[in-house]
């Protein structure tokens, strides 16, 4: 019996002995294969390698011609179908390969790692292999992390970096004498520069230097006003709508030069451009607190934020609300020394001593600065 495929002729009958010899070498393999399995993870349970010299089941398995790689996943393969008989039985009938069984059997052969509902076998036998291992590999740092959810993270990086980061996962499993995973070390090494620089993290200290408004020749910013701006901010600009997160720095509401203090309702934490739209003044902050801020844009208009973040624009393009003659200038007026500041100062607490008086002119000083 011949077939024609491809414009090739086949001769049926002549690959049929073949065919035939490959199922029963096919089938003595896998009988192999799952002793080999049971075999290895006895000898792994016995620790019976460190009789022969051998640090682990794979250095002693690659002494008869066996990857190490290989030895490993059949010795959790071993393991798991001491309780796990389903999956013998899947492949046996074909319905998974040794390759994707001895994926699932990392988690099955630690019933730590196994939750109520699982179905490993179901996905050895429809999962393709790479969404296999991403979804063991999962498991295993949910358990090693102590977390749910764990989500995962590709990156591309330099062979060096590659390299660099294998080392700080081999002292980092050497302080804590456990073996981390990837995700373990990862974590370990994120935390561990946070915690050495981001002023969020720092020990919170007893505050030595007094109001700043004090001091009105120094540009000193406490550390505790720096952690209470970025607290308010998130560590993102405060503009309605921008997110930047990364250039980021601190603008003063009034300019250090009219009067402004140094405390955490003088400043705005903005990305770099809205700092310095906001000292051409192109942006203008009309109303509202510093927590939730109401600007003025030029050729735009006010813009707010509204209570669930979504951005609000009202056209007024000409100037500021209240502003005279358009151009965004509000006509300066005079304050008295002795007095109280003006509530339009006051309540964006801008309004600071400077010396032993109080600063004359300073609404009309914050405006044309």
Not at 72 to 101: F, N, Q, Y
Not at 134 to 139: C, F, I
Request: charged share 30%; aromatic share 6%.
């Amino acid at each position: 019996m011949t077939i024609r495929v491809d414009h090739r002729t086949i001769d049926a009958t002549r690959i049929e002995g073949a065919s035939r010899s490959l199922r029963a070498v096919a089938g003595d393999l896998l009988d192999a294969k799952l002793r080999m399995a049971r075999l290895l993870a006895q000898i792994d349970d016995a620790r019976h390698y460190q009789l022969e010299g051998c640090a682990s089941i794979g250095e002693y398995a690659a002494r008869f011609g066996i990857s190490r790689v290989e030895a490993v996943g059949l010795c959790d393969l071993g393991r798991a179908l001491r309780d796990h008989a389903d999956l013998e039985k899947a492949l046996r009938s074909g319905k998974t390969d040794s390759v994707r069984a001895s994926t699932v059997a990392r988690v099955l052969a630690n019933p730590a790692l196994v939750k109520p509902g699982d179905e490993w076998v179901r996905h050895a036998c429809a999962d393709a292999l790479p969404a296999l291992k991403r979804r063991v590999k999962a498991r295993i740092d949910e358990f090693a992390q102590q977390a749910t959810g764990v989500v995962e993270l590709s990156l591309h990086v330099r062979e060096e970096t590659k390299k660099d980061f294998l080392r700080a996962r081999d002292l980092a499993s050497r302080k804590e004498k456990q073996a981390l995973t990837h995700g373990q070390a990862f974590h370990r090494i994120v935390h561990f520069y946070l915690d050495k620089n981001d002023p969020l993290r720092a020990k919170p200290r007893k505050r030595r230097v007094p109001d700043t408004a004090t001091r009105p020749d120094s540009r000193y910013v406490p550390a505790e006003v720096v952690r209470a701006v970025l607290e308010r901010s998130g560590g993102q600009c405060e503009f309605p709508g921008c997110e930047n997160r990364i250039f980021t720095e601190l603008g003063h509401i009034v300019p250090h030069a009219c009067g402004s203090g140094r405390e955490a309702d003088d400043f705005f934490h903005f990305c770099s451009i809205h700092h310095k739209l906001y000292d051409a003044r192109l942006i203008r902050f009309v109303g509202g607190t510093v927590e939730a801020p109401i600007f003025w844009v030029k050729g735009v208009g006010t813009v707010c934020a509204d209570t669930l973040g979504a951005v609000k624009t009202t056209r007024s393009p000409s100037g500021p609300p209240g502003a005279n003659g358009g151009g965004g200038r509000t006509a300066p007026r005079k304050i008295d020394p002795n007095g109280d500041p003006p509530p339009a100062v006051a309540e964006r607490g801008a309004f600071r001593r400077r010396g032993d008086g109080r600063y004359p002119l300073f609404e009309s000083a914050f405006v044309h600065c």
